[in-house]
């Protein structure tokens, strides 16, 4: 067997793909991942299972005479017999591309990682060895309690590698845990969410989320209509980390610039420095922030209005984008920076919003006269860039609060709702919390908020959905 046969570690695949480019610059990126989950419906264990994965990504930049050009090709279950034929085809669809606009030189200097060369971490069905008997005594709680629990845990590990001709070797491991639990009424009338998001399952007890539903199973048991309009409402930890991560999918300085965002200033120019809220909020990204951490560097696989393959390996700083209740920055690659003139500001990793609130969301509850509890978020979608105008529907609960209590459940309504204008109207914020955003947890996960008190919701339409 060749010596090149016997290329299976991650760090030798990129350094073979890097000595196998001819391209004038190189960028690989090997993604190295496992999986473990379980799923449960009915009070008892359905599936499990554990799955790896790697994929491999090739980037291949060919100076011309009119500027750089950048090819990028990613395959799956990559072997050292494909490296040779997956580093031509980025570089053949280098040569057939006009010049990128995002050009920058490969970046240069960052220190090697020092766990470059070791194995790749791994994920296994070990991780959920405290949670999931802890999970069996919650479908036994819930037996006794006349309610059904549905839901899945996954735990997926990817170690990424990231080499370049220009020196870089740097590696990030990073966990991402979820757990989703449903609670059900026999007759499937009545049904609750609960969500957390964890690194290794050991901060997570499915028995007090299946206790945190019975409750609200209870409060569902009385029914009560009511009609779309505006009514104060208690946004939940989760439902405010879906509409802020939005908001910032759609916090690109350069369409602020252009005018086709919510952040663009009419007349020209942005809203940076424009204050958005009358709480101090602050929302910010920090790659170090306990619970949360996140790759300090850029890995970029294509590049778009937020990343630029050319930033792959730039180290990523904590930064605030709303300081103070402000606008504070925009996202950023090298080039939009340069276009714009605003500080680079990479992409982020996490998501933390925090404006001093000390109160828990029951705490928040029962200083309510009257006002609507929600549960989740989904089915959001944008209606008007401009405004960044979102609709959505409520989920798994509503509930009506009267002179602090819950007195029952009501109907699901559509909202309408842009997250700038709920920031500046909302009257109060509880302790940031970290949480699972619903609608997003596909995508991002690593988030932390707080509730916040909305004294005008617009929920503009009643809907039938569960």
Known sequence: MSSTNRITKPHEIVERALELSTADGCVVIADEGSSANLRWAGNALTTNGVTRYRTLTVIATVDGKEGTASGVVSRSAVTADDLEPLVRAAEAAARGAGPAEDAQRLVTGTPASPDFTDAPAETSSAVFADFAPALGEAFARAREGGRELYGFANHELVSTYVGTSTGLRLRHDQPNGTLELNAKSPDRQRSAWAGRSTRDFKD???TVLDAELAVRLGWAERK???????YETLLPPTAVA?????QMWSAAA????????VFSKPGGGTRLGEKLSELPLSLRSDPNAPGLESAPFVIAHSSGDDASVFDNGLPVPATEWIADGHLNRLSTTRHTAGLTGMQLSPGFGNLILDAGGEKSLDEMVAATERGLLLTCLWYIREVDPATLLLTGLTRDGVYLVENGQVVGEVNNFRFNESPVDLLSRASEAGRTEKTLPREWSDWFTRAAMPALRIPDFNMSSVSKGV
């Not at 879906?242 to 939005?246: E, H, K, M, Q, S």
């Open 242 to 246: 879906d509409l802020l991560i939005y």
């Open 254 to 261: 350069r369409d602020a610039v252009e005018g086709r965002t």
């Open 204 to 206: 997570v007890d499915p």
């Open 224 to 230: 009560i209509d009511l009609p779309a309009g505006r």
